[in-house]
């Protein structure tokens, strides 16, 4: 079952990493790496790549490697190895499969947790190792497509899940409307200067269980 599971995974394919490495060239990788590493890299992360003794400590608090059979591809060190350690020792000379690859790597094999931190006896931030990798993933156009659609999202309409503004506002007047039903006096006002309570509510409230604004109310 497992190894049945491991080769579907190996086959599923992503439209914003596939999408983005078809306009790849290799003077691009090499040029954006090199700009990401001199402009953000900097001590830190030469630091942590020369300290890392690989003693493998930091494997048994990561999830991924445990739900995958202890598969050493898996633990942290290994995936800073596949990635940001290749991409230094190569000085950003790496093709386009080894970018998709690393993408895939940073940004669906782990979640940032920073629970390897806590066991790596040099404090060796691995999150932001694998954070360096998505941003040159990213600047390089390579993300996966549900990343790039919840950025979007956030970037037109600050919250990720598209809803305008007069989408909000309008769940908030059909509920109001819902909940006069029961309680006549009941209001949702929205930006009421001088209010005593502020609701905040996450987007797949009101694009999916608006209901849940009238019950808070």
Same mark, same amino acid.
């Given at each position: 079952?497992?190894?049945? +599971?491991?080769?579907a995974?190996?086959?599923?394919t !992503?439209?914003? %990493?596939?999408?983005?490495?078809?306009? *790849?060239?290799p003077?691009?990788i090499?040029?954006?790496?090199?700009?990401?590493?001199?402009?953000e890299?900097?001590?830190?992360?030469k630091?942590? +790549?020369?300290?890392?003794?690989?003693?493998?400590?930091?494997?048994e608090a990561?999830?991924? =490697?445990?739900?995958? !059979?202890?598969?050493?591809k898996?633990?942290?060190?290994?995936? +800073?190895?596949?990635?940001?350690?290749?991409?230094?020792k190569?000085k950003?000379?790496?093709?386009?499969?080894?970018?998709?690859?690393?993408?895939e790597?940073?940004?669906?094999e782990?979640n940032?947790?920073?629970?390897?931190?806590?066991y790596c006896?040099? $404090?060796i931030?691995?999150? =932001?190792?694998l954070?360096?990798v998505?941003?040159?993933?990213?600047? *390089?156009?390579?993300t996966p497509? =549900?990343?790039?659609?919840?950025a979007?999202?956030?970037?037109?309409?600050?919250?990720?899940?598209? +809803?305008?503004?007069?989408?909000?506002?309008?769940?908030?007047?059909?509920q109001?409307d819902e909940?006069?039903?029961?309680?006549? !006096?009941l209001? %949702?006002?929205?930006?009421?200067? $001088?209010? !005593?309570?502020?609701y905040?509510?996450?987007g797949?409230?009101?694009?999916?269980?608006?209901?849940?604004i009238?019950?808070a109310?």
């Open positions: 079952m497992a190894e049945s +599971v491991k080769n995974a190996a086959e599923i !992503d439209a914003g %990493i596939v999408g983005g490495a078809a306009k *790849l060239t003077e691009k090499e040029k954006v790496i090199n700009n990401v590493l001199k402009a890299g900097g001590a830190r992360l630091t942590y +790549v020369d300290i890392c003794a690989h003693c493998g400590l930091c494997s990561c999830h991924f =490697y445990l739900s995958h !059979d202890n598969d050493p898996f633990s942290p060190a290994g995936k +800073v190895k596949q990635t940001v350690w290749e991409i230094i190569k950003g000379r790496v093709d386009v499969e080894f970018i998709k690859r690393a993408s790597i940073a940004s669906t782990c940032l947790c920073r629970r390897c931190v806590m006896p040099f $404090g931030d691995i999150a =932001y190792l954070l360096t998505r941003r040159i993933c990213h600047k *390089l156009g390579i497509q =549900y990343i790039q659609d919840t979007h999202s956030h970037s037109a309409t600050a919250n990720q899940m598209w +809803v305008k503004e007069d989408e909000w506002i309008d769940s908030l007047m059909w109001e909940a006069r039903a029961e309680i006549p !006096d209001r %949702i006002p929205l930006e009421k200067e $001088g209010a !005593d309570i502020f905040s509510v996450i797949p409230e009101p694009k999916f269980r608006a209901q849940l009238y019950q109310a």
